[in-house]
């Protein structure tokens, strides 16, 4: 093997790895969640925020990496991204505190919002044939989601023998490696000068904030209490200005013109529907497990094998198709496939068997496989090359973003609904009504490194197990609650197949090349600055 082939293959390996790392950061801490909501004494809100920490800073910070990358040198950012977000989950492993570990995973998403920009435009820089290029972003696209589908398989047992720090202690080597073969196998790409919305960055982040903090929050203070409503007028006006502001700009952080081009928008749209979906689920499935059904984190975590042997098996079959008949097809039946993986899952209740929802994990999995190398070659195909930075920043927003809205909107949803079923049930009961947010935080610690043999309903921070009765109507609201929100996961899944194929429909087949060798450019984008 020539020396060139070896470095493009370690490149390739390096560029992998991190994304690999990255993509299994936003899942693996699911598994961890009743185990820190334990030690740490955080309740389901407390929980939510180690979640959408990293998720939040992530997606309000990745288009300005990308716009970094392109100014001091995407491989420079890419280094600088890798080394904050190992050094936040070395942080992160070691907090003490529910605080200290919200900030640790806002570290983390610093460092990923540096890095993962960098690692599309790198690949393409790395790999100029285009046949090459293709087969590398399938491999890149199939690794990404490979980390996103074992990351509950490998969660579970490091949290039942190592702790829920041992999730965080996992990325430190692989930090480490990744640095070394980045510094020795990623070429110097020369910077180029580009401008940093500040502007951008400070009303999209913001305006982000406040609505994640409406959705978590709203559902335990209420709807019309005067944060919550201030914080969803903050929200409203910060994300107009956002808007409004990135359509002014010459060259913007967020190039909003791309989804004016049909297969951009569908493209886009579906990488943001599938992370809102399944994102918001694989947030309170660990809970739903751990808390309600009493598995050992082991056994919650290798539930997700099926899920994961799918995304496997379906990445190289999306590539194939996409290769042959565009994306439409991959992308429409990704999108049903995962919209009736939540619906059939709804119908299952506590009592259910592993066996017989079994299928709606095949078919979850195998919905997510097809959907993700579709949409990174749709974005490619229709952007130049000097837009790929850009793109990828894109692509990776509306992913993220997909799923900080999903895990806050879902679980409102199914925290909305089990706070009304349960206080209805306690009141049967006799209970009085100032013993729900207890009942309800109570799922956040229970089953934290529990077996079979646990106690039911044992409380967050070591309380006492709940009264059998108690436990039973906490329970039932939950998994209530998480009926409603796989239903509302599914309709959204199913509505967005429909918008897609429609956007989509001119793009049955393959774009050919653009008379430079590079890909062609909407007729929207034609005009826009990229130099």
Not at 133 to 138: E, L, P
Not at 346 to 353: C, F, N, V
Request: aromatic share 6%; hydrophobic share 50%; glycine share 14%.
């Amino acid at each position: 093997m020539g020396s060139s082939a070896l470095r493009k293959r370690l490149a390739l390996g390096t560029l992998c790895v991190t994304m690999f790392m990255s993509m299994l950061d936003n899942v693996i801490v699911n598994m961890a969640l009743p185990s820190i909501g334990q030690d740490l004494d955080a309740g389901i809100n407390g929980l939510q925020w180690v979640v959408e920490g990293y998720s939040l800073v992530y997606a309000a910070l990745v288009l300005t990496g990308g716009a970094l990358g392109d100014r001091y040198g995407r491989t420079s950012v890419f280094r600088l991204g890798l080394a904050l977000f190992t050094a936040g989950s070395a942080a992160a492993a070691l907090a003490g505190t529910i605080g200290m570990l919200i900030a640790a995973r806002m570290l983390q998403g610093v460092g990923a919002a540096l890095l993962t920009p960098g690692s599309l435009a790198i690949l393409r820089h790395v790999f100029t044939d285009e046949r090459e290029r293709a087969r590398a972003i399938g491999l890149w696209s199939a690794v990404s989601a490979l980390g996103l589908s074992v990351g509950p398989v490998i969660g579970g047992p490091v949290v039942e023998h190592l702790g829920w720090a041992g999730v965080f202690w996992i990325n430190v080597p692989i930090g480490l490696a990744g640095l070394v073969l980045a510094g020795r196998s990623l070429p110097v790409i020369a910077p180029r000068e580009r401008r940093i919305d500040l502007a951008g960055l400070a009303t999209s982040a913001a305006g982000l904030g406040a609505l994640v903090y409406v959705l978590i929050e709203g559902p335990s203070r209420g709807w019309t209490d005067a944060r919550v409503l201030a914080c969803a007028l903050a929200a409203a006006l910060l994300l107009a200005a956002f808007i409004l502001l990135e359509l002014r700009l010459p060259e913007p952080m967020l190039e909003l013109r791309m989804f004016r081009d049909g297969v951009l928008g569908g493209a886009l749209l579906s990488g943001f529907m599938v992370s809102f979906g399944m994102f918001g689920t694989m947030f309170f499935l660990p809970l739903l497990m751990q808390g309600v059904l009493r598995w050992s984190p082991t056994d919650a975590g290798y539930a997700g094998l099926p899920m994961a042997a799918m995304i496997v098996a379906a990445a190289p079959i999306a590539g194939r198709l996409t290769s042959r008949h565009g994306p439409r097809l991959p992308l429409v039946i990704g999108l049903l496939l995962c919209a009736a993986g939540l619906g059939g899952l709804s119908l299952y209740g506590d009592q259910a068997r592993y066996p017989e929802y079994l299928w709606t994990l095949f078919t979850m999995g195998l919905g997510m496989g097809m959907t993700f190398t579709p949409v990174s070659i749709a974005v490619l195909q229709r952007v130049a090359p000097a837009q790929t930075g850009m793109a990828s920043a894109t692509i990776n927003t509306l992913r993220e973003l997909g799923g900080v809205i999903g895990v806050a909107a879902l679980g409102a949803i199914l925290t909305h609904r089990l706070t009304g079923t349960l206080a209805d049930s306690l009141e049967r009961l006799g209970v009085p009504p100032g013993t729900v947010g207890r009942a309800t935080d109570a799922l956040a610690g229970a089953g934290a490194g529990a077996g079979a043999g646990a106690e039911a309903g044992a409380g967050h921070g070591g309380g006492a197990a709940l009264p059998g009765p108690v436990q039973a109507a906490v329970d039932g609201a939950f998994v209530d609650g998480v009926h409603l929100a796989l239903r509302c996961g599914s309709a959204g899944l199913a509505a967005t197949a429909v918008l897609v194929a429609v956007l989509l429909r001119r793009a049955g087949r393959p774009a050919a090349a653009a008379p430079d060798g590079g890909r062609p450019l909407p007729a929207p984008l034609a005009g826009t600055r990229s130099a």
